[in-house]
T-cell receptor, first 114, second 112 residues
Framework: DQQVKQNSPSLSVQEGRISILNCDYT??????FLWYKKYPAEGPTFLIS?????DKNEDGRFTVFLNKSAKHLSLHIVPSQPGDSAVYFC?????????????FGKGTKLSVIP | KAGVTQTPRYLIKTRGQQVTLSCSPI?????VSWYQQTPGQGLQFLFE???????NKGNFPGRFSGRQFSNSRSEMNVSTLELGDSALYLC???????????FGPGTRLLVL
């Protein structure tokens, strides 16, 4: 039972345009959401996070939107750069319920074309 | 500030052997979590330690175990290795009151 789903395995975007990566979750206990970027044979790098009490969080070129009623979040990257090409993972935790584990989606491979 | 470090980075073992992986968290981080990444299952949670106590455990067999020391460094052990244990093992650390986990580079384990 996949509690965090990233339904697009891959995404290609032109340099300078917007990249939108999507994530859906099913567990209503999740109250904290994170996005990580990962290169092959490296550990995930934390990008941005959002608490369930917010619906938007911005950090430079990265913005995460959370729609709790739809159990959906998205990561927007504007403008996209070739260096953004990597696998992006959505993760969720139920911290308020005392769980400290992250549940990950399967990832979306983003390719930014120069 | 130095990041999360993991040793060794690469390891080759044969079936039936056991292995110990080590993780040093970011200075000041007292929570350490372990994850397994495989092509088929993605990133899966193994266990989490805080102040030398296991707080959470994922759905893995008892062959997978871990511990944390008083300096917050952590080790995980896999006994009686199986071919399916071949994976990237990732360690992550976080501050006591933070939900954000920071990952190390991982240990690539190959079981032959």
């Amino acid at each position: 039972d996949q509690q965090v789903k990233q339904n697009s395995p891959s995404l290609s975007v032109q340099e300078g345009r917007i990249s939108i990566l999507n994530c859906d979750y099913t567990n209503s206990m999740f109250d904290y959401f994170l996005w990580y970027k990962k290169y092959p044979a490296e550990g995930p790098t934390f990008l941005i996070s959002i608490s369930s009490i917010k619906d938007k969080n911005e950090d430079g070129r990265f913005t995460v939107f959370l729609n709790k009623s739809a159990k959906h979040l998205s990561l927007h990257i504007v403008p996209s750069q070739p260096g953004d090409s990597a696998v992006y993972f959505c993760a969720a935790s139920a911290h308020g319920a005392g769980s400290y584990q992250l549940t990950f989606g399967k990832g979306t491979k983003l390719s930014v074309i120069p | 500030k130095a990041g999360v470090t993991q040793t060794p980075r690469y390891l080759i073992k044969t079936r039936g052997q056991q292995v110990t992986l080590s993780c040093s968290p970011i200075s000041g981080h007292r929570s350490v979590s372990w994850y397994q990444q495989t092509p088929g299952q993605g990133l899966q949670f193994l266990f989490e330690y805080f102040s030398e106590t296991q707080r959470n455990k994922g759905n893995f067999p008892g062959r997978f175990s871990g511990r944390q020391f008083s300096n917050s460094r952590s080790e995980m052990n896999v006994s009686t290795l199986e071919l399916g244990d071949s994976a990237l093992y990732l360690c992550a650390s976080s501050l006591p009151s933070s939900e954000t986990q920071y990952f190390g580079p991982g240990t690539r384990l190959l079981v032959l």
